[in-house]
């Protein structure tokens, strides 16, 4: 799943487990001339896949509109 939200892009896929499907985000955009990205997982299990999609990138708008405040490697939803 791609969205675009204020001049970033995001695209959410999901990892399937025994127990679910987890969002996996990938944000990139331009700082600058600069391109810059960031990846990572979100720890938190959906039971559908198109839930989790659709979690990941609401949580990716989150952490955008937070001025994309630094994260832990490990990333716990809500």
Not at 61 to 66: F, N, R
């Amino acid at each position: 799943m791609d969205n675009d939200y204020k001049d970033h892009h995001i695209h959410v896929s999901v990892l399937h487990f025994s127990d679910g499907w987890k969002p996996r985000l990938f944000v990139s955009w331009f700082d600058g001339k600069q391109e810059k990205s960031r990846l990572f997982t979100i720890q938190q299990t959906y039971k559908q896949a198109i839930e989790a999609e659709q979690r990941g990138v609401q949580f990716a708008q989150k952490w955008i509109a937070d001025g994309k405040p630094q994260l832990r490697e490990v990333v716990r939803g809500e």
